[in-house]
């Protein structure tokens, strides 16, 4: 990964192998990535279940009819209290 807020430290997860017992350790920006897209997953997660992209939409039509797809998403997560 390239990310110009991290440095390129080598942390411990805290997890070890099952097999051999030695420690995980993990670039601090692939644990601070993990840790933080969680939330973005999940809504690509819910919005595939319901994608309404077809093959004969033009390009520009799949990104605007994406955009209104996490828009509305957006709105019944937030009405909905999750």
Excluded: P
Excluded at 15 to 40: A, D, H, P, W
Aim: charged letters at 25%; glycine letters at 4%; aromatic letters at 14%.
């Amino acid at each position: 990964m390239i990310s110009t807020i991290h440095d390129t430290r080598i942390v411990n997860t805290g997890m070890k192998e099952k097999k051999m017992n030695i420690e995980i350790k993990k670039s601090y920006v692939v644990v601070q990535c993990n840790k933080f897209m969680k939330g973005i997953d999940r809504a690509y997660q819910y919005l595939s279940y319901y994608s309404f992209l077809r093959k004969s939409v033009k390009w520009w039509e799949k990104v605007v009819l994406h955009l209104s797809n996490c828009a509305l998403f957006d709105v019944f997560f937030l009405c909905t209290g999750h």
